[in-house]
């Protein structure tokens, strides 16, 4: 059994945490219900878990063209972005479609959307995605999912975007962007304006809030690297197993979940 730190804080290695099929696993989350939900692309689907890895259900996205990433919604279910459909659509706690929004024949430069990358719902209820494959944006829309913004431009500044990846929520309503290519994670207010980021970093891919506020990114070196939130220190660092994580999410009990990718492989870090 393998063991690493993160900072002060040690972990078990549970690789290959269930013995379920996770082969083009490509992002998880933790369902408000516990449940974890990960999200394969072949087929395209929604696999869901119980907190001891067996299979609880399994939510089919049969008209997605390439799921990308997915995210616990805080009254159940999920969002999870089709990145070639340009759509985010929401499930509910019983994998049946809420809504979804985006225009699979028209996608549109800056605007919602064009290949985005992750969808989340934020403290207050406000609806963010990252818009990364094709535009360089973060969209803010209002909780009736009216489109408020599109936040940043192409380029290295403050509040500029290479490939905004993935989000993650804090508690105070923020929000952390991992901007890929620019080899960061930039730190945005409830509305949107530039707070910081965290260095240092190498094609950070995925970014995940611990229910202490400090943050969690896995990037392309490949590894695992913890950040307090406000001084935006690097706390600690450990290596993941595959090429890259490329989905991350923590648990209530302080576990962290990481989608692995090359090979295809769903981890489980266990506090001890």
């Not at 009254?75 to 990145?83: C, I």
């Not at 197993?241 to 648990?251: C, E, I, K, P, R």
């Amino acid at each position: 059994m393998a063991y690493v730190s993160l900072g002060a804080q040690r972990y078990k290695v549970e690789r290959a945490w269930t013995q379920a099929d996770v082969g083009s696993i490509t992002s998880v989350a933790v369902l408000s219900d516990g449940r974890i939900a990960a999200l394969l692309r072949r087929p395209a689907s929604v696999l869901v878990l119980t907190p001891d890895g067996q299979v609880s259900a399994r939510w089919p996205l049969d008209d997605m063209l390439c799921p990308h990433h997915i995210s616990a919604r805080p009254q159940g279910g999920v969002l999870v972005t089709d990145v070639d459909g340009h759509q985010v659509v929401a499930l509910d706690g019983q994998g049946y479609e809420q809504w979804r929004l985006g225009m699979p024949e028209q996608p549109r430069w800056q605007e919602p959307f064009n290949h985005p990358t992750h969808a989340i719902e934020c403290a207050g209820g406000g609806l963010w995605v990252s818009d990364g494959y094709g535009n360089t944006v973060v969209h803010r829309f209002d909780p009736q999912r009216q489109w408020l913004a599109a936040l940043g431009a192409p380029g290295p500044g403050p509040l500029q975007f290479s490939t905004p990846h993935m989000l993650a929520g804090a508690a105070d309503g923020s929000v952390w962007v991992a901007d890929r290519e620019n080899n960061r994670v930039q730190h945005l207010d409830v509305q949107g304006r530039y707070l910081g980021e965290l260095r240092p970093l190498y094609k950070p891919m995925a970014v995940a809030v611990q229910t202490d506020g400090s943050v969690l990114v896995s990037d392309q070196t490949a590894s695992l690297s913890r950040f307090d939130p406000d001084s935006g220190i690097l706390l600690g660092r450990c290596r993941v197993q595959g090429v890259y994580g490329h989905g991350l999410t923590t648990a209530l009990d302080g576990r962290i979940y990481i989608a692995e990718m090359l090979p295809d492989c769903l981890t489980c870090l266990q506090p001890v």
